[in-house]
């Protein structure tokens, strides 16, 4: 039996003109990246981004992700604000009390990369809870993510048995349908994995929504098509 429908991320967007091939493909959400990285990009580019997204028919669905790292609540609100995000992205070695620093109406992904980090068990241990879903990356010393490394997909679908689920690290095309099935992700998030040569690639960005849609739809929608 196949999982219900998962929820699909393209992170990492730097224009508009990708973001927007992003939702063209049927991506539910997309993430931006406000932190020191090869795929940063600044508020105000944020703010760009988001308008082109709202502005065209079926925008106002698309759910915006603000990713950051180690950030005060103070800017990640700021920015929050600005670019009309759906869900912060908290990426860094933050720690649980950041919570009640955040604002109440907005989403939280936490990563997590199951390496046994002593900060990471607060998280885990974290009850499950529509507002903070925790996005389960893949473990690569001094890294915070976007490294396009498969992460460990037997662990995640052990958490993913409990809690709703968003699985990143080293997806593509050719092994998110692989990925849905043996892990049953709530969402699938990726990055390098919709790149050529660094940069967003709307043939890709088609491919990987049309393979983790093919996966991931119910055997009764299946039918009905």
Same mark, same amino acid.
């Given at each position: 039996m196949k999982?219900?429908?998962? *929820?699909?991320?393209?992170?990492?967007?730097?224009? !508009?003109?990708?973001?927007?091939?992003?939702?063209?493909?049927?991506?539910d959400?997309?993430?931006?990246?406000?932190?020191?990285?090869?795929?940063?990009?600044?508020?105000?580019?944020?703010?760009?981004?988001?308008?082109?997204?709202?502005?065209?028919?079926g925008?106002?669905?698309?759910?915006?992700?603000?990713?950051?790292v180690?950030?005060?609540?103070?800017r990640?609100?700021?920015? !929050?604000?600005?670019?009309?995000?759906?869900?912060?992205q908290?990426?860094?070695d933050?720690?649980?009390?950041?919570?009640? *620093?955040?604002?109440?109406?907005?989403?939280v992904?936490?990563?997590?990369?199951?390496?046994?980090?002593?900060?990471?068990?607060?998280?885990?241990?974290?009850?499950?809870?529509?507002?903070?879903?925790?996005?389960?990356?893949?473990?690569?010393?001094g890294?915070?993510?976007?490294?396009?490394v498969?992460?460990?997909?037997?662990?995640?679908?052990?958490?993913?048995?409990?809690?709703?689920i968003?699985?990143a690290?080293?997806? !593509?095309s050719?092994?998110?349908?692989?990925?849905?099935?043996?892990?049953?992700?709530?969402?699938?998030?990726v990055?390098?994995?919709v790149?050529?040569?660094?940069?967003?690639?709307?043939?890709?960005?088609?491919?990987?929504?049309a393979?983790?849609?093919?996966?991931?739809?119910?055997?009764?929608?299946?039918?009905?098509?």
């Amino acid at each position: 039996m196949k999982p219900a429908i998962t *929820q699909i991320k393209i992170c990492g967007l730097r224009t !508009a003109e990708h973001a927007l091939a992003a939702v063209a493909a049927g991506a539910d959400m997309l993430g931006m990246i406000f932190a020191p990285a090869r795929r940063q990009i600044t508020p105000e580019q944020g703010a760009l981004i988001a308008r082109a997204v709202r502005g065209v028919p079926g925008g106002e669905a698309i759910r915006l992700a603000g990713v950051f790292v180690n950030e005060t609540p103070e800017r990640i609100a700021q920015v !929050a604000i600005a670019c009309e995000l759906d869900i912060v992205q908290l990426s860094g070695d933050e720690s649980l009390a950041l919570l009640d *620093q955040l604002p109440l109406a907005i989403e939280v992904f936490k990563s997590v990369r199951l390496a046994g980090a002593s900060g990471e068990r607060e998280w885990l241990a974290l009850a499950a809870d529509r507002h903070v879903r925790l996005h389960v990356d893949a473990h690569v010393p001094g890294s915070y993510g976007g490294t396009g490394v498969t992460g460990d997909w037997e662990r995640a679908a052990l958490l993913a048995r409990q809690r709703p689920i968003v699985l990143a690290g080293g997806l !593509a095309s050719g092994n998110v349908g692989a990925a849905i099935e043996r892990v049953r992700p709530w969402a699938v998030d990726v990055s390098s994995g919709v790149e050529r040569d660094g940069v967003k690639d709307p043939a890709l960005i088609h491919a990987f929504v049309a393979a983790a849609r093919a996966a991931s739809r119910p055997d009764d929608a299946a039918r009905s098509r």
